[in-house]
């Protein structure tokens, strides 16, 4: 069975992925399609309904993105949103007028007449606002349905031919129930049932990595991050061993990594996994460097190197696959021409050469990172990769404080091990956002038995987070800490104190170095 399609007509808003993400949370699929989208396209496409997205521009100014008139003889309903609202009022009669004051933020938002797309929802919400045109004169058949401070207009229907506008953002979560409005239009404007999954999602994208691969090669650098792996199981699914995913062991990982990734995707996958070992290579470079960058440095240029220096064993492959997300796109999609292919920012791969002539395959592009967890779960991966803290590209190299040895690599190594088994045994690992020991190069005086020692100090830090931008220590119960304090110390030979990190970031970063 065919689902219905809701078109998101994309005006450059930084919003539009996420209107699309909380169309998915409904339940319904969702396409972005170029705001210069025939009509006749999104009729062929059989669409259930157009939200024409907000936008950077000012419908007044001159050659501002306008869609295809056509799309309002579709006979399907269409909802405008921010800029979307400006155009179809524009489109269809009304009149849009520069306003003495910039809404911008939250207002408040009153509703007059709830009908169907307000349906359900309080008489006033507290709504997220980006615009500075407002709606002057309504265009026939236009009724207003609600009001902020700045506008009497700021939602407005035609429920006779089921066209909307709304000046605010309900795709944000500063919007009181937007979600509930999204979902109006999608239930009981659009008539959209509930028929869509992560298994379609699954399906589709499986189909589409077919046709655009054919019978051509891809390459995957495989980290066993959440991201490169359910990418990696979404190729794999779709064309088996025409993916090679290549693993660079920059001696920098933890405890028995390499073997628990290869093991996985080898074995339980039955994927084409090459192993690059370059261990001593990086520790060669990193060796009496101890500047924080430049060892960031040494390691993204060794990472290129070997990663193509792999290539020559592995032989041609048109594409390569990164596990790209939607919040590593930096730019949104553009406004003319096609998205432009960025590389996620601070993703090792990210300075391979121009010359080399890969193609690039995202399949994940369009996701948000918990749609990606829940797309490898549906793809079978184990709770131990889909739910997996994250870990940096540099890895170890940046949790060694200052110049990075085997032995120091090693005696982290250990006292890592041992905080993963403590937060796993206390059901913590799961509830916190990264949990993890750093090397400090510094020596303090202990007693063990009768001897005095003179050995480095491990700092744990345990931290829960959002998104990353800001964190906070996590208050780990002291039985914890005391059981990762006094293992530690008895089982990991050359440390013989731990401290805890109770820095929050801002002003401190998750990561030391
Ligand atoms: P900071 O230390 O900046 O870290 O608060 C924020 C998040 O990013 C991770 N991180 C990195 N990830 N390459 C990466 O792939 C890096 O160089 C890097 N530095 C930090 C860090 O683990 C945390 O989740």
Known sequence: ???????VLDFGSQ???VIARRIRECSVY????????????LRRDNVAGVILSGGP??????????????IFDLGVPVLGICY????????LGGK??????REYGHGQLKIKTKGRLFRGLPNSLRVWNSHGDRLGRLPAGFKPIASTENSSYAGIADEKRGFYGIQFHPEVDHTEGGLNILENFLRNICGCKADWSMAILAEESINSIRETVGEDRVLLGLSGGVDSSVAAALIHKAIGKQLTCLFVDNGLLRQNERELVVDLYRRHFNMDVRVARAGAKFLKRL??????ERKRKIIGKTFVEVFQDSLKQIGDAKFLAQGTLYPDVIESVSIDGNPAATIKSHHNVGGLPKKMKFKLLEPLRQLFKDEVRALGAELGLPKEVVWRQPFPGPGLGVRVIGDVSSRKLSVLRKADAILHEEMMESDLYYKVWQSFCVFLPVRTV??????????????VRVVESKDAMTADWVRVPYEVLQRVSTRIINEVNGVNRVVYDISSKPPGTIEWE
Request: charged residues 30%; proline residues 4%.
């Open 287 to 292: 060796k009496g460097v101890s500047d924080p």
């Open 1 to 7: 069975m065919k689902h219905q399609t809701i078109a």
């Open 57 to 70: 521009e000012s419908v007044l100014k001159k050659g501002s993105p306008r869609p295809d008139k056509k």
């Open 30 to 41: 969702s396409k972005i399609y170029h705001y210069k989208t025939s009509a006749a396209e």
């Open 446 to 459: 202990g007693v063990m038995g009768d001897e005095r020692t003179y050995e480095n100090v491990i700092a």
């Open 84 to 91: 979307g609202l400006q155009l179809l009022a524009q489109l």
């Open 96 to 101: 849009v007028e520069k306003s003495s004051e």
């Open 15 to 17: 919003y539009t992925q």
